[in-house]
């Protein structure tokens, strides 16, 4: 099968990156065979692709070389075959989910992180869901416990994440104020967004208003700057924000919001988003309900994967970033 490949860490794609022909992977008693038809891009497919920060590699991923030699994790596709263990899937079935090596014709998934496509999407926009939909996700339910009639402020809203995170916030009832460049304004107002504030000209801080919630998603702000922006008692979700640091990489500043939120009125953290197909589920059935559909900015052949991780490192992507196989 063809499959993209890398052998060594590389902070380049176009270095460490190449398209080769490889063996089907071999599908365990307790996994599901699917043949891929769509694959997304996302942050976490450049930390797996260059090992940074060093901790990623520390988190299974391999010390000196990539374990996995294939960084793509968001797929749509059939099911071709499944494990003598596996239940309630099916050959044929159309899924989406999450699984090592998507960038590929066939990946193996695990059940517990897979599950029916959305019956109202295409494989590519399917394929752009399962990572960055579920952060959004976790982050608007779990961690921001969004509910109606609040204000919610997303910083990085025109991302991956932060298109998701709009839609969502909104399908739960809250009015968005969205941070992002003025370039990319008109498509975050156009999934929701009441506000729009251009982070180049303005600073959300300014103490003119104030929020009931705060996903960083795509900041660098110092923790005091983006309390100025909460309400006394409102919950800021660190879901990125990202340094050049090769040993933190920006990990630092969810740490302090956690040793903070102890001694302050306002609820301060960040989390690991899980990967479940319960929250496959619940975000396929929030797309079907017409709330919540992908934002998709270009669309890549599998020879071009390299291409399409450049693209979002140059910061200029709006939603997300599909391969096609």
Partial sequence: MKSIVQDRYGAAPEEVLRLAETVTPAMGPDE?????HAASVDRGTWHAMAGLPYPVRTAGFGL????????????????????????????????????????????????????????????GQAAAVPVSGLTALQAVRDQGRVRAGQSVLIVGASGGVGTFAVQIAKAYGAEVTAVCSAS????????????????VREDFADGRDRYDVILDIGGNRRLSHLRRA??????????????DGRWLGGIDRQLRAHLLSPFVGQKLGTFIASENAADLVAIR??????????????TY??????AAVRHLLDGRTR????ITI
Wanted: positive net charge.
């Fill in 230 to 243: 909460l309400t006394p008692k409102g919950r800021l979700v660190i879901v990125g924000g990202e340094t």
């Fill in 32 to 36: 599901v065979l699917v043949r891929v």
């Fill in 301 to 306: 052949p599998l020879s071009e994967v390299a």
């Fill in 319 to 322: 939603g997300k970033l599909v």
């Fill in 64 to 123: 000196r070389r990539p374990k996995i030699s294939n960084p793509g994790r968001s797929l749509a596709g059939t099911v071709e075959a499944v494990g003598a263990d596996v239940t309630g899937v099916d050959p044929g079935d159309e899924v989406f989910g999450i699984g090592g090596g998507a960038f590929a014709e066939y990946a193996c998934v695990r059940p517990g992180k897979l599950s029916l496509k959305p019956a109202n999407l295409s494989f």
């Fill in 184 to 199: 990319k304004a008109d498509m975050v107002r156009a999934i929701g967004a009441e506000r729009c504030i251009d982070y």
């Fill in 285 to 298: 059935e929030i797309i079907e309900s017409g709330k919540v559909t992908p934002v998709i900015d270009r």
